[in-house]
């Protein structure tokens, strides 16, 4: 039952182009790869640091490292349990969080969306797309190129400044498709309001985290005609009763979260409150997107377009088709 870290190491993955948004522009990402071994069975996983926690690629490989000669005379659920408390919420946790999900999973014959306790196999939905940051013509552009592909759900990234602009050049190029904004914290010295009254206007459902963490109560005397979304307000389950109060729903991402565990104690917990969920992700490849789509089956928005914005993925991962994420043989 013993488990042995097989290896821990750091991948670099070029973007398509270049990825854009408010705290700057990625041509590559490097992420954290896991992979752990116990009686012939290898489970994977994978992690992208959080960029606004200040983590590196290179330091959440060495916590998996520091972490790994806790779990060896454990099998694989109580590894994870030790896990949790043994590492702070983040990539690393979450690439070993989900290795061993992805052990035990293989070692009981099942899969890891039966060993999550779901109803029925995962099936395909409907992503986001992601439009990065530019000069309106540029989104538009961009926009249009993703609705000819078959996407029917963009996520605009905006800045707080000329938003209005951005949604309306994105809704010009693509005049079918649904929309979401993430405004990444950038509406705090703004008319709240009256920026999502103008967003409705063009079509938005949802505006992904308006405000900056610690100051979510600017929402609270705010009834807008779109839903708020937390995103960095809310990091693990415990925030959602704090948070609760000023959103409509929780963007739940398996890094910030640090792996599937929490991701789900995240899920039943909004489900409790009442709060819709929203399931998202990192740039990444389809290694880390698995467990997260596991969940995305509970979600009322999906934006796992990670390894779609990349130049390749990894062997086997999953299909978009049609703005559609289809799962592989999980």
Known sequence: MAIQLKSARVER???AGSFVIARGAKTYVDVVAAEVESEGAIGRGEGTPVYYLGE???RCRDQILLAA?????LDAAAARALVQELMAPGAARNALDCALWDLEAKQRGLRLW???GCDG????RVTAFTISLGSPGAMAEQAATAEADGYRLLKIKLTGEDDRLRVAAVRTGA???RLIVDANESWGQLDILAEAEALADFGVEMIEQPVAVGTDALLDPIYAPIPFVADESCQ????VARIGAFYDGVNIKLDKAGGLTEALRIADAADAAGLSIMVGCMLSTSLAIAPAFVLAQRARWVDLDGPALLARDREGGFEFREGRIGPPVL
Request: net charge negative; charged share 15%; hydrophobic share 55%.
């Open 13 to 15: 993955w070029a973007v």
């Open 236 to 239: 693990t389950a415990a925030d």
């Open 114 to 116: 039966q060993l999550a």
């Open 175 to 177: 005049p079918e498709a």
């Open 121 to 124: 196999a995962p099936t395909a």
């Open 56 to 58: 590196d690629a290179a």
């Open 69 to 73: 000669p806790h779990i060896a005379d």
